[in-house]
């Protein structure tokens, strides 16, 4: 939910609170982690690293918000006596120099949290791109932050990350830059969406199985929302009351799927599993069996060590 609709404010300080929270609780996150290693005396952190490590813990919930709110400062609307107003804000003017100022914050801040995410990712995934490769792979602990990265994925689709973080990015710059609910953005993000859904289903990047399951339910309930909005737009449901109530109740259970086999993964692996090898497993022994040496069999306290 928009901080906006919360508290009123203006669209520069949601700005301002978008862009830089981010950093300040990277700092403060890097901060404290790294302050209580050094106390457990673990020697090997660095401020750098758990910094890092804290900012791509961030990455997933704030790249499309820090895209989304600098791109829309470049949306202004033109009225009949020639103003503009910034379409995110009409309070503000796009002819005022105050703007110009938060224009430029903007391009410095995409540059920052869209393009630098996709580039940090690239650098660390591709710096070694030999190990994530290899099947060994699960060995190598050097670069803990793109392990961090590529650890769900299989080592044949090691690239994915990157993949995925530049669909994030195209997805959100259509989004916004496209004028909201216009039939050209609903059919640019179904054709989005068909694509990344038969990405996922062709490749099928993750290591496990049920990983894969749930990513292919969840852009197929993405692309189904996506083909709703765009019959809502030629206005499909006003044909009687019946069938509106039909393809509203329809729309409600798209999304179902995907918490559905959420649900069934977390049973079956954190409940059912452990009572099933609890009641179905079998005592065996692992180890070797040798017989009694010769001194072993004439002395008395070696032989009934070993009975």
Not at 40 to 58: I, V
Not at 146 to 158: G, M, Q
Request: a neutral charge; aromatic letters at 16%; proline letters at 5%.
């Amino acid at each position: 939910m928009p901080f906006g609709c919360i508290v009123p404010t203006h669209y520069y300080n949601q700005l301002l609170l978008y862009t830089l929270l981010p950093i300040v609780v990277t700092m403060c996150g890097g901060y404290l982690k790294y302050v209580m290693k050094r106390r457990r005396n673990n020697t090997n952190t660095t401020f750098r690293a758990e910094l890092l490590g804290t900012f791509f813990a961030l990455t997933e919930v704030i790249l499309p918000v820090t895209t989304s709110y600098p791109l829309s400062m470049f949306r202004c609307k033109t009225f009949d006596d020639g103003t503009r107003f910034l379409e995110s804000d009409f309070s503000i003017s796009c002819d005022d120099p105050v703007y110009s100022i938060f224009k430029d914050y903007s391009i410095g801040m995409l540059v920052f949290y869209p393009i630098g995410i996709f580039m940090l990712y690239s650098v660390l995934i591709f710096r070694q791109k030999n190990i994530w490769v290899s099947e060994s792979r699960q060995t190598d602990t050097k670069n803990i932050l793109a392990w961090k990265l590529i650890s769900p994925f299989e080592p044949r689709t090691y690239w994915y990350p990157i993949y995925q973080t530049a669909m994030k990015i195209i997805v959100v710059a259509c989004l916004v830059t496209f004028r909201p609910g216009t039939a050209f953005q609903i059919v640019l993000q179904f054709m989005l969406g068909i694509f990344m859904m038969l990405m996922d289903m062709h490749y099928l990047p993750f290591d496990k199985h049920s990983h894969d399951l749930f990513n292919n339910a969840s852009q197929l309930s993405s692309v189904l929302v996506v083909f709703g909005a765009l019959l809502l737009r030629v206005n499909i449901d006003d044909e009687d009351l019946q069938n509106k109530i039909y393809f509203d109740v329809i729309l409600c259970f798209v999304g179902f799927p995907p918490l559905f086999l959420l649900i069934y993964e977390f049973v079956a692996t954190e409940i059912l599993t452990p009572i099933k090898r609890r009641l179905f497993s079998k005592h065996s022994h692992n180890g070797t069996l040798r017989g009694l040496t010769d001194d072993e069999k004439y002395d008395p306290s070696k032989y009934w060590e070993y009975v």
